[in-house]
């Protein structure tokens, strides 16, 4: 298996080696796969172009797009890493999903702030999670970069 991320970002030469090995015969059990941001890759971006390459030879070449995760998405993730009582997990997932419109990887990186800065902790003695949701909600505008804006760059929450 190869994994190969950012190819939005590809130079000619990985991408020739790219191609060269995606349709490489000796190599048909090699599992190659690929990441890149479709809002950056356009219809004349070389990587578009060696796609449709792929797809017109005998490459088996899968699409897999990936959305945001929902609000219901981001409320199971926080309940089953944060075993806290529902209102608090689904309060902590809500305020979560509004600042990073459901991008993971921003979910992943606003959940480290409030556990940073005890906001989130871990109390041995009970084995629960204990989260004040009212400092968080103070703190809403810093976002996970901790500059007053929301992690995924719309100024609406």
């Known amino acids: 298996m190869l ?15 790219f191609e060269e090995l995606a349709t490489a015969d000796e ?3 090699l599992l190659i796969i690929g990441a890149y941001r479709d809002n950056e890759v356009e ?19 899968t699409h897999l797009a990936l959305t945001p ?8 993730l926080i309940a089953d890493s944060f075993p806290c009582g529902t209102g608090v997990a689904e309060g902590l997932a809500d305020h979560i999903h509004l600042q990073t419109g459901g991008n993971p990887f921003f979910v992943r990186r606003l959940l480290r702030s409030p556990h940073e800065e005890e906001l989130l902790r871990f109390d041995f003695r009970d084995r629960l999670w204990h989260c ?3 400092s968080i909600a103070r703190r809403r505008g810093r976002g996970c970069h901790g500059a ?8 609406d929450a």
Do not use: K
């Not at 219809?43 to 070449?61: Q, T």
């Open 69 to 76: 995760l929902t609000r219901a998405h981001v409320r199971e």
């Open 43 to 61: 219809d004349g971006h070389p990587l578009a172009a060696m796609m449709r390459r792929l797809d017109g030879v005998d490459a088996p070449v």
């Open 148 to 155: 007053h804006r929301p992690c995924h760059g719309r100024d």
């Open 27 to 29: 190599l048909a059990n």
């Open 3 to 17: 994994f190969l991320d950012d190819l939005q970002w590809i130079d000619s030469a990985s991408l020739r080696l």
């Open 132 to 134: 004040d949701l009212g």
